[in-house]
């Protein structure tokens, strides 16, 4: 199965003149993760202040049928704080986290309605979400706002520190005062040294931004977003589409190659047959070659049904395993190929399949895209993962864009909780590593 390898050239990376400690402060990051701060106090003291009361109210009022309906609007409200709080860290923190699944509604009418509200993980995370963001909250706005704006006041004190002698009649900021003695920092090397602190504080505070936000971060990720068993059932169900699909393309390959390949040599054969079949007695010698000329168009047909029967599932893999088969398909590939299996046993037939065909897909590629003039192939079993590394001498800039051949590989891969990394700088080499489960 042909397969285009993706080559093709490797975006520079950007450089900077600066080390990330210069640049932090004018990063817009910074400033964006400085805005979530900000922005969070509020927020979090408005969303805390809804959830405990609405709550508070709903748990009083469940000894009349008013607290149930209460307790699981409040929980719909909560669910659009938390579509605001998702867009909020889109916007300032770049994480990009997915809306929770939709209530199930098991019944219909109100009731069903409210029964799926209140037995729903989502609802519950997201009023967690209230109650625990906002003491982080108040922490993460009364430490990070005073040392960003001290540094920075600390660091332009050169810049505003005429305005002390002019407008308050002292001679520059005061650092100590008693009545009797007064410390002003006014002289050269006082405000030199204060700018230098200055500078320190400023230089510090974007890593402790970026160390609060990362809770913040956490915090939206695992409480707003959907749950790890409904994200994989989204992933099992979108892997099951990818099985399907692949099932399907292949089928119609099958089909394909029947029809154009040996189905048309076979009728082919059956119509020259016949016509020998009408000379035999008139002509022998004519009906004799195109007897022989038939039984060369069985041998054909014969190699191709071989062909087709090697590529749904090859008999010496069946019969003796990944390093017989994969040294078979070595022996075809247009470059030398050394391969090398350090198995003790045998992985679950399917992903042996699995196996013999991410390596076939791969030395083709070899084969017709990367140059190489020579390729090595590598398995090995790593506690419950089945190991395969192709590598290639090869032009490298080989990459999964997306609708590339390595991207559906990739994708076939992870139909059965595999990964496929690709390691392919420009000028080579070339290293495909494929992660398969054992399954033995």
């Known amino acids: 199965m042909a397969m285009d390898h993706g080559y093709g050239a490797v975006p520079r990376a950007r450089t900077h003149l600066l080390p990330p400690v210069l640049r932090a402060p004018l990063e817009g990051r910074t400033w964006r993760e400085f805005g979530w701060i900000l922005l969070s106090l509020p927020m979090s003291v408005l969303l805390f202040a809804f959830a405990v009361s609405l709550t508070a109210a709903s748990a009083g009022l469940l000894v009349t049928f008013l607290g149930v309906p209460l307790l699981a609007g409040s929980f719909a409200v909560l669910r659009g704080f938390g579509a605001v709080e998702r867009l909020r860290a889109r916007a300032l923190l770049d994480v990009d986290v997915a809306a929770p699944e939709p209530v199930r509604v098991r019944r219909s009418g109100a009731a069903g309605w409210i029964g799926g509200v209140l037995k729903s993980g989502t609802s519950w995370r997201h009023l967690l979400y209230a109650v625990l963001h906002f003491p982080w909250a108040v922490f993460g706005f009364c430490l990070a706002v005073p040392l960003w ?262 994708d076939r891969l992870g139909a059965v909780d595999g990964i496929l990394a690709v390691d392919s700088p420009a000028g080579g080499p070339t290293t495909v590593t494929a992660e398969l489960p054992w399954r033995g």
């Open 149 to 410: 704006t001290s540094g920075w006041a600390l660091l332009l004190y050169p810049l505003w520190q005429w305005v002390f002698p002019m407008y308050a009649g002292i001679d520059g900021l005061q650092l100590y005062g008693d009545g009797t003695h007064n410390f002003y920092l006014d002289s050269p090397f006082e405000i030199a040294v204060t700018s230098l602190i200055g500078l320190l504080l400023t230089l510090a505070t974007p890593w402790v931004v970026r160390a609060l936000t990362g809770v913040d971060r956490l915090m939206v990720a695992g409480l707003l977003g959907p749950s790890r068993l409904a994200s994989r059932v989204v992933e099992l169900e979108s892997d099951r589409g990818v099985v399907v699909d692949t099932a399907v393309a292949d089928l119609r390959r099958i089909e394909r190659d029947l029809h154009d390949g040996a189905q048309a040599r076979l009728v082919a054969l059956a119509m020259d047959l016949g016509l020998a079949k009408e000379r035999l007695s008139e002509d022998p010698q004519a009906a004799a070659r195109m007897v022989d000329e038939a039984h060369g168009e069985v041998k054909v047909a014969l190699q191709e049904l071989r062909d087709l029967a090697r590529g749904i599932h090859p008999a010496v893999l069946t019969d003796r395993g990944l390093d017989a088969a994969l040294s078979a398909v070595a022996s075809r590939c247009a470059v030398p190929v050394t391969v090398e299996v350090d198995l003790d046993r045998r992985p679950a037939a399917a992903i042996e399949g699995i196996a013999y065909f991410t390596v076939s897909e791969l030395l083709q590629n070899v084969s017709k895209h990367a140059r190489a003039t020579r390729a090595s192939v590598d398995v090995w079993r790593s506690q419950d993962r089945l190991m395969l590394q192709v590598t290639d001498d090869g032009r490298g800039g080989a990459a999964p864009a997306p609708g590339s051949g390595l991207a559906g590989l990739a």
